[in-house]
């Protein structure tokens, strides 16, 4: 196995872990809607930090899980022609689609947010809401995770395209 094939594996090794603590935080955010559904309609009682803590769950499992949704093929993709193309054919359209429109897309993402997350780290924002829960500049940096996780993914799917095209591992190796 080259380097190159080895990089992409622990790169793709590296995403699969988080996706399992991923998964936990959907159970987590299940948990915590049922409560906050629970005590609202059979308590009548409502809490702010509860719906802050279903937001970061919430932004933290669509934010962090990108990168594994790449990972498995499981995006949103325009498939009409795509399926009946040979595996080479494929490679070569994930390959330009990530040069050309996935990586500018990410370094439009970082740029585009840096003050936004910065400011939010400097003044360490906290909820909006009395009651809330203080790490909001946290919720916000998420977006930074983001464009990480996917930047680091769409590495390793460009590695996988390249060596599909060259004929050293099949499309789904």
């Not at 955010?29 to 049922?34: D, E, K, N, S």
């Not at 990168?67 to 193309?85: N, P």
């Not at 940096?141 to 930047?151: D, E, G, K």
Request: glycine share 6%; with cysteine; aromatic share 12%.
């Amino acid at each position: 196995m080259t380097t190159v094939m080895v990089l992409q594996s622990l790169i793709c090794r590296w995403i699969e872990r988080i996706a399992i603590a991923i998964a936990w935080a959907s159970v987590a955010l299940m948990l915590v809607t049922v409560l906050i559904v629970v005590l609202r309609y059979g308590f009548n009682i409502g809490s702010i930090a509860l719906q802050d803590s279903s937001l970061f769950l919430h932004g933290l499992v669509f934010m962090a899980g990108a990168a594994y949704t790449l990972q498995k093929d499981k995006h949103v993709r325009v498939d009409v022609f795509y399926r009946r193309w040979s595996a080479k054919t494929q490679a070569w359209v994930n390959l330009l689609g990530g040069v050309f429109l996935l990586f500018p897309v990410l370094i439009f993402i970082s740029l585009s947010s840096s003050s936004f997350v910065a400011n939010s780290w400097r003044m360490l924002e906290t909820s909006p809401e009395a009651g809330g829960l203080p790490g909001f500049f946290i919720l916000k940096t998420y977006l930074w995770l983001l464009c990480s996780l996917l930047l680091l993914q769409g590495i390793a799917e460009l590695l996988k395209c390249i060596a599909v095209i060259a004929g050293k591992e099949s499309a789904h190796g």
